[in-house]
Structures are given as C-alpha cells and as structure tokens.
C-alpha cells in the first residue's frame, strides 16, 4: 500500500501529519512525502520543516493520495503540474483523499464533480465552485474520494481510511495506540457550537490571511 502526501511551502503540519500518524502504522503501508521538488517545506507558521523525499514524477501511482491544506495551497489551484499529477495519480488509485483546504485542489483538478465533500467550514462553500456538493460533516466518503473537514478532522479521515483499507479491528488498534481519544476543554469546535463573536473573529482571520497569500 504506497500512500503519497503532497507537502508545500505553507502547509498546515496537522493536516499531513494527522492523517501520517495513522496511515503510518497500518501493516505493509509504504508512505512518502512528495513535493514538486524534493527537500524541506515550510509550514504555515514557518516554525516547523517536513521534508519531501520523493518528487512528483518518482511517484506518479499510488495507492492512497492525500491532499492536505493550508494557505500555500491556493497557488496549486493553478498549477498545471500539480494538477496533472493529481489527476493521474486518481485515476489509478485506490483511495484519493483530503484534508482541510487540500478538497480545493482535488476540485480543482476536476476531481470533485458531483460529489459530496467537505473542507474547512470558512472553505466549505468555495467546494461548489467545482461542481461538488458540501457537507457540513467532519469526514465524508463519495466513492473513492475522502473528504475531511479542517485540521484535526484528517486524523478521523485516516481511522476511516485505516478500516477500510486494513478492516476495523486494525483502525481501533491504531487509535488505542496513538490514544486517540479526544476531550477538548472547550466546546467550540464547530461553527455551530462556538459564539457568533468567535465566528466572525475566525473568518476574519482566514480572510485576512486568504487576502495575503492571493
């Protein structure tokens, strides 16, 4: 099972990292970091390097393909490279999937027509954009595509991902051994749980930093 993680400049860590934590263990999987060229990408907050072994063309046909977020993946929308590549590696996959903002590419690249799918909940709508369908939930399966909701969502995304793939047994193994068991201290996790003050702070925010990026 060869699994591919798109990595970039400005890239949100736990959108690749989450799901990596979880696919990482499955029996036999083989996980890479690709990038357009190889070395270390920086993330959005610039804090933190992840570093690409792999460059697009040297994994063309994976398994499982995985788009995560972040600001630094706007310019991917229009880059031709990229979308090719993600257009041809879903084409023979098994599994193509997303994290976060990652469901603009994968719309992007003609992926998303159709189809029921999810992003961050400031990103959400930009989906129809592509032809696809939002929905207001933290993991959503359409065929072979896997959409996950922002950030954390991604390590929900690979436990569904890691069922399928591996049978469930195995995902709950995973889960207990990574202790995957989440009790926030704050009920404000969603759009439809926090304040409207911490809404509107939040969209202000990611507007804030769409507008710098573009």
């Known amino acids: 099972m060869r699994i591919a993680i798109l990595i970039f400049d400005r890239l949100t860590a736990l ?8 696919l990482s263990r499955l029996p036999g999987a083989e996980l890479a970091f690709v990038a357009k060229q190889v070395g270390s990408k920086r993330t959005d907050t610039g804090a933190l390097g992840i570093s690409a072994d792999r460059s697009l063309a040297e994994l063309a046909d994976p398994d499982v393909l995985l788009i995560p977020g972040g600001e630094g993946n706007r ?4 880059d031709v490279e990229v979308l090719d590549w993600v257009r041809t590696a879903h ?7 997303s994290v976060c903002t990652g469901s603009l590419v994968l719309g992007a690249a003609g992926i998303l027509e159709g189809k029921r799918a999810t992003s961050h909940w400031v990103y959400r709508e930009a989906l129809r954009e ?3 369908e939002p929905v207001a939930e933290r993991v959503v399966r359409d065929g072979k595509v896997l ?4 950030v954390s969502a991604g390590i929900d995304m690979g436990l569904v991902l890691a069922a399928e793939i591996a049978g469930e047994d195995v995902a709950k193994a995973i889960q207990l051994g990574i202790e995957y068991d ?4 704050f009920d404000s996790g969603s759009p439809e749980k926090a304040s409207p003050e911490l809404v509107e702070l939040i969209r202000g925010l990611e507007g804030a930093e769409a507008e710098a990026s573009g």
């Open 130 to 132: 592509y032809g696809a």
């Open 75 to 78: 310019p991917l929308l229009e």
């Open 91 to 97: 084409q023979t996959s098994s599994w193509t999937t």
């Open 147 to 150: 959409t996950a909701a922002g």
């Open 15 to 22: 959108d690749a990292i989450g799901p990596y934590e979880v």
């Open 182 to 185: 989440p009790a926030p201290p």
